[in-house]
């Protein structure tokens, strides 16, 4: 099986399976010197976990990170970093049922036409908990681009079909984002979810909604023009998350119906500030972008400005309601979803966008490196 490796230069390999021993990564090329500890890697994976009630899953893991090597005395030696977090509170009885059936809006078919085979528990490896490698990963990302000036930011803006209020509006509070269980900007609009992400919970059903994120502090000129791009990056990275269906950046789809003279983004001169570490080629002049419609990304390239993006989460697919499917056999079979599942995917999917987010970021910064004699 491919596909469990990311990046070029900081690259990311995760392994493990929902109901298995345990899961981790093991990530490559992360530069020798830098501080980092268990605890930096604990904090995210505990922002990861189930918890506060709400749409979260009743399946309660301490996903303790244990790292294997790539650490000495709080800094990384350069060699390859592994980490993991055994499974503890599997309960793989809740899938006896479904070992012949193929569940509506799951991977199970699609996996068994691929290899002929699959671990029915919980989904095995196309399970959300696959991500925790990836948290994993991108704390040590998120404590090298921390270094670089870069924070990274996410937020549940929709959920249920409630939208939370824009960024910059007077009524959008980052502080609230992790406050609440939803990881809504507003802590009256979160209230108004739960109330009704708990209505879908006794129906036996689910809810999709979005993530955005906001990226500040990064240079100008990283990704690659053509087939690099940061844009494309990025979207492949939130699109290998296995509930995401759509990404937008900056004003995304809505660019679709304005006319370019109140699209474009119109460079103005630069006002960073002294001792602002990114440096110029000869004789290009500091620019910012009057609006940052782009989402600080221009062909391909960050503009310097804020890199700003949304990723659409489609509904849980496992729900309690009574569904039609098929089984191993061809024949029409009824089902229900037994088991611990969350309701609305997109407040634990916060930490993992900003993982992925800091993922391809380390990548470019490193490669941008090589860019320059």
């Not at 068994?112 to 908990?129: I, M, N, P, T």
């Not at 088991?339 to 993982?355: I, K, N």
Request: net charge neutral.
């Amino acid at each position: 099986m491919a596909g469990n490796s990311s990046g070029t230069i900081f690259r990311v390999t995760t392994f493990g399976e929902s109901h298995g021993p345990g899961l981790g990564c093991i990530v490559d090329g992360c530069p020798a010197g830098l501080p980092l500890d268990i605890e930096d890697i604990g904090r995210e994976l505990n922002r990861r976990r189930p918890g506060g009630g709400g749409p979260s899953t009743t399946r309660s893991e301490a996903d303790v990170p244990e790292i294997l090597s790539g650490i000495f005395e709080g800094k990384t030696l350069g060699t390859p970093i592994a980490i993991l977090v055994r499974n503890t509170n599997q309960r793989s009885g809740d899938y006896d049922k479904l070992k012949d059936l193929y569940r509506p809006g799951h991977a199970d078919w699609t996996w068994e036409a691929k290899y002929g085979f699959r671990d029915h528990r919980g989904g095995g490896r196309s399970s959300a908990r696959e991500t925790l490698g990836r948290v994993a990963a991108g704390a040590i990302a998120k404590a090298f681009l921390r270094v670089q000036g870069v924070t990274i930011r996410g937020w549940t803006s929709s959920a249920a079909g409630i939208d939370a209020p824009l960024f910059g509006e007077p009524n959008f509070d980052f502080d609230e984002v992790e406050k609440n269980p939803l990881r809504f900007p507003s802590r009256e609009l979160s209230e108004l979810v739960l109330q009704k992400a708990e209505r879908l919970r006794n129906e036996g059903d689910s809810a999709g909604g979005t993530v955005s994120c906001r990226v500040t502090g990064l240079k100008p000129g990283l990704g690659e023009p053509v087939f690099g791009k940061l844009d494309a990056r990025l979207a492949a990275a939130m699109l290998s998350l296995g509930a995401a269906k759509g990404i937008e950046f900056g004003s995304g789809f809505d660019a679709a119906y304005t006319q370019g003279s109140a699209n474009n983004d119109r460079p103005i001169p630069g006002r960073r500030t002294a001792g602002s570490t990114h440096t110029l080629p000869p004789g290009v002049p500091d620019l910012e972008y009057a609006a940052n419609n782009a989402g600080g990304v221009l062909g391909g390239i960050s503009t310097g400005m804020p890199l700003e993006f949304t990723v659409a989460f489609k509904p849980v697919p496992s729900i309690a309601k009574k569904q039609e499917t098929v089984d191993r056999q061809g024949n029409i079979r009824e089902l229900i979803i037994e088991g611990r599942h969350d309701v609305c995917v997109c407040p634990r999917a916060v930490p993992v966008v900003e993982a992925m987010t800091a993922l391809v970021l380390a990548d470019l910064v490193l490669l941008s490196r090589m860019d320059r004699a």
